[in-house]
């Protein structure tokens, strides 16, 4: 079964500390993407990554740092340096350039 | 810049009604359009999707869309909603085919009353 898995579902986390966001897809797309997404303000770029070993900053990457390794994972780490790290991160992956597929998503919560 | 709006942030329909959820986009060339369906605390998922050729697209549960390029639109529609299409829906657009970014319109929040 082919598809994006996000882990985990909810995290929990002490402001000051770094977290990594898990990402892996089963799909062969070359491009993966994350998304931070807040009530009310849509979808908004953080990382994106076309292909291995190789990433660019979205619209809102200040705080973030990622990795592309290996085709398959696109972790996400939110730093002590995000001001506002608390919401709902999501994960994509896309063929060619085309419609993008998404994982269930990961909500994240800094206290 | 390309951009996409929904004018609506919320809609209410009674189960059975028809549906509309409208999507503008600014975008120079020919888009790639698609909807998507989000429940609570859930990914995104794909409805339909326009590339190129016939105009009205067909996608998943029943739902329709139509590009009018005259109109920078591409509309979202049902002809009888179900009590499960609850949830919110987002329009994106294509920005750059080079990079396969989409942008996102800020969503659409639809109730079903029974």
């Known amino acids: 079964d082919g598809g994006i898995t996000q882990s985990p579902k909810y995290l929990f986390r002490k402001e000051g500390q770094n977290v990594t966001l898990s990402c892996e897809q089963n799909l062969n797309h070359d491009a993966m993407y994350w998304y931070r997404q807040d009530p009310g303000q849509g979808l908004r770029l953080i990382y994106y990554?076309?292909?291995?070993?190789?990433?660019q900053k979205g619209d809102i990457a200040e705080g973030y740092s990622v990795s592309r390794e290996k085709k398959e994972s696109f972790p996400l780490t939110v730093t002590s340096a995000q001001k506002n790290p608390t919401a709902f991160y999501l994960c994509?992956?896309?063929?060619?350039?085309?419609?993008?597929?998404f994982g269930p998503g990961t909500r994240l919560t800094v206290t | 810049a390309q951009s996409v709006t929904q004018p609506d942030i919320h809609i209410t329909v009674s189960e059975g009604a028809s549906l509309e959820l409208r999507c503008n986009y600014s975008y120079g060339a020919t888009p790639y359009l698609f909807w998507y369906v989000q429940s609570p605390g859930q990914g995104l998922q794909l409805l339909l999707k326009?590339?190129?050729?016939?105009?009205l697209v067909q996608g998943i549960k029943g739902f329709e869309a139509e590009f009018k390029r005259s109109q920078s639109s591409f509309n979202l529609r049902k002809p009888s909603v179900h009590w499960s299409d609850a949830a919110e829906y987002f329009c994106a657009v294509g920005a750059n085919s080079n990079t396969g970014k989409l942008i996102f319109g800020q969503g659409t929040t639809l109730q079903v009353k029974p």
């Open positions: 326009y590339f190129s050729g016939d105009t």
């Open positions: 994509a992956s896309q063929r060619e350039g085309r419609e993008q597929y």
């Open positions: 990554s076309q292909i291995v070993n190789d990433f």
